[in-house]
């Protein structure tokens, strides 16, 4: 039969334009519904912003305000427009959208490219980076602490303007919302995610309906999308625009959500929402409060809420709480997320990760960081008790993630890429200084809560990076007391170590090939027995996302291949939860020096108590800090999908 491909002959007849039309239409309700998934998941942060930004810009009530003139008003609009276009459409769509890690984006992609490629050059440049990334990656987990608390309250305070008497119940109602957002976290989003795109679709046609009723009051406020007016605004009135900056950052919150959702919903998806639909409609809203400004500065109050007729209030305010918490949804499971590839990494102790989807790989559930979360949200909402103080606590957490970003993917650009120095200096030259403009804003408002952020980004950080050196002192003490692996094979086989071979598969995990598992060695030791067939795995997280299944398992008879001992390295990239038993399920029974019998196999864990010990490896309150982190270790059986009914755990102890 001739190749299908020339088209000459062929079983099947040519595919008729109507199959063609349907096979296309197919693909086009795909794209269309990805693209849907994405609005509702990736959008919620970003597209809730027009709620609060100008209203924080123009309060009266900040220590450096904005005074409601017709110069300002226009100024703001066109510094928002134009921040908006700069950091979230040049910067993260059109850039930082491009290098991805297999797939996967966000701050932590970036961490492991720039880890990849110190490793392959041994650069330095890139591992302080990295380290700079991970300060980045601490300051997100202030973001997902902030983001439920001002998006919700900022939704609730909507029933002010309905409803001025029940402004008492604002933080009640807000706390409440809260508590059973975080309750339902255990249950997944994959029933609930289902209704996010159209709600979010509704959401901003919305807004943007409204601002264009607000525009046609005043038509010249579309003069703002001149570049002039940003311009002119903060060269010529530099003392008030400067201190503003602190305020218009936030109509660029959400924009690393972009970044580290793609992986689950592809660039294009993402590119398409934006330019689309949500863009516009942010762009519009912006433009209609605006107006409303400049028609009476008494607007000032609520300019979102109030840009809505009299009988949409109601209405508006509970789109508006579903919006926020869709939003507050969204930078929780990127939370969640954060963590775990954090803890694939090492950079923080293995946790507990609840899958909640079969279909869906990316959504997990992160006890012990939920309830972490939960708790402090809550301390926000009451100790601030309004969106408005907030927003300077919010704004320095974005600015430090988005400069941090930017700095990344320019020596990403570089190392990757090759892209020429004159072009890194001239383009991202002037990416780093509307950052930097941003970040020294923010950090004017230090006393007035930009200092939170900083002081949750610098608490993470000093756990995760602690923890990393702790793990990595105890992993040397563990290499000296376990002892070269091919010597104590080569003693067992020799007779030097005299073991009585019992019927059964044993399974011992361990931290590479070259050393022994203390478990397998306090086996021989003490109880002077050895399994039929020995299994020493050890796993390897890779820095991409998923390994392919072909690639999983990689065997080594360990220099003999008759005394039943192979030694297994399992391979994981840093999105998934290692499965023991899966992976050895995929071992091909001629390499393994007989069958095993993994539905019978015991599998062998050591359990390592930390004591603080004298020597000076670190500080004692690093010390202090380790041990205390290592007590949220997730049990190890079930992290690595073990049978708890076949997993027999030796202890032992070390100093740190």
């Known amino acids: 039969m001739a190749d299908r491909r020339q088209g000459t002959t062929s079983d099947e007849p040519p595919a008729s334009p109507a199959r063609e039309a349907r096979r296309a239409g197919t693909r086009d309700a795909v794209r269309l519904a990805v693209v849907v998934g994405a609005l509702g ?83 330095r440049g890139a591992m302080v980076l990295a380290a700079v990334g991970i300060f980045g990656a601490s300051l997100f987990f202030g973001d997902s602490m902030i983001t439920p608390a001002i998006s919700v309250l900022s939704a609730v305070e909507g029933l002010k303007v309905v409803e001025p008497s029940l402004g008492d119940a604002v933080v009640p109602i807000t706390a409440v919302i809260i508590v059973l957002l975080f309750l339902v976290q255990r249950r997944g989003t994959a029933a609930v995610g289902r209704v996010f795109g159209p709600v979010m679709i509704v959401w901003f046609v919305t807004i943007g309906t409204c601002g264009v009723v607000g525009i046609t009051d005043h038509p010249d406020i579309l003069e703002a999308l001149s570049p002039t007016y940003a311009l002119g605004f903060l060269f010529g009135h530099w003392g008030t625009a400067f201190f503003a900056l602190a305020a218009i950052v936030l109509a660029v919150t959400g924009a690393e959500a972009l970044y580290a959702d793609m992986g689950h919903f592809g660039r294009r998806a993402i590119t398409r929402g934006w330019l689309l639909l949500v863009l516009p409609a942010c762009v519009l809203s912006y433009l209609g409060q605006g107006a409303l400004i400049l028609d009476d500065p008494a607007n000032i109050s609520s300019p979102f809420f109030l840009l809505v007729p009299d009988w949409g209030r109601w209405p508006m305010v509970i789109l508006a709480t579903a919006a926020t918490v869709i939003a507050s949804q ?54 601030f008790r309004s969106s408005a103080e907030l927003a300077y606590a919010f704004g320095m957490a974005v600015t430090g993630t988005i400069t941090i970003t930017t700095l990344l993917f320019l020596y990403v650009a570089r190392a990757k890429w090759g892209t020429p120095r004159w072009l890194l200096a001239l383009g991202g030259g002037v990416l780093l200084c509307v950052d930097l403009l941003f970040v020294g804003a923010n950090l004017t408002k230090l006393v007035h809560g ?46 030097e170590a005299p073991t009585l071979r019992v019927p059964g ?122 041990i205390a982190t290592s007590y949220i270790t997730a049990d190890a059986a079930e992290h690595f999908s073990l049978p708890r009914e076949r997993t027999v755990i030796m202890g032992s102890h070390m100093e740190v």
């Open 41 to 123: 998941v990736v959008f919620g942060d970003i597209g809730t912003s027009p709620i609060y930004t100008l209203q924080t810009v123009f309060n009266p009530e900040d220590p450096h305000p904005v005074p409601v003139t017709t110069d300002n008003v226009f100024g703001v609009v066109s510094l928002v427009f134009w921040s908006v276009m700069i950091i979230v459409t040049v910067t993260y769509v059109l850039l930082a959208m491009r290098a991805d890690n297999d797939g996967e984006g966000g701050i932590m992609a970036l961490i492991t490219l720039l880890r990849r490629w110190s490793g392959e050059r041994g650069r």
């Open 330 to 383: 969204a930078v929780i499971t990127g939370a969640y997320s954060v963590a775990s590839q954090a803890a694939q990494l090492g950079y923080l102790p293995r946790l507990r990760i609840a899958h909640t989807s079969a279909s869906t790989f990316g959504q997990i559930y992160v006890p012990w960081i939920n309830w972490l979360l939960m708790v402090s949200v809550l301390t926000l909402v009451f100790a």
């Open 450 to 495: 930009a200092w939170l952020p900083l002081l949750i980004g610098l608490t993470a950080f000093t756990v995760m990076t602690t923890w990393q050196r702790g793990r990595e002192l105890v992993t040397e003490q563990r290499a000296r007391a376990e002892g070269s692996l091919p010597e104590f094979v080569d003693e067992l086989r020799s007779g």
């Open 505 to 626: 598969t044993a399974v011992f995990l361990n931290r590479g090939k070259e050393t022994v598992p203390l478990a397998m060695r306090a086996n021989v030791r003490h109880n002077h027995v050895r399994h039929e067939h020995v299994v020493i795995v050890a796993l390897h997280i890779d820095p991409v996302p998923r390994v392919p299944a072909d690639q999983r398992v990689v065997v080594d008879e360990l220099g003999y291949g008759d005394d039943g001992i192979i030694h297994v390295t399992a391979r994981f990239g840093y999105m998934e939860k290692p499965d023991v038993p899966g992976a050895l399920a995929l071992l091909d029974p001629a390499r393994t020096e007989g069958p095993l019998r993994l539905d019978e196999a015991s599998y062998f864990l050591s359990k390592i108590e930390l004591r603080r010990g004298e020597a000076h490896t670190m500080a004692p309150w690093r010390k202090r800090l380790f």
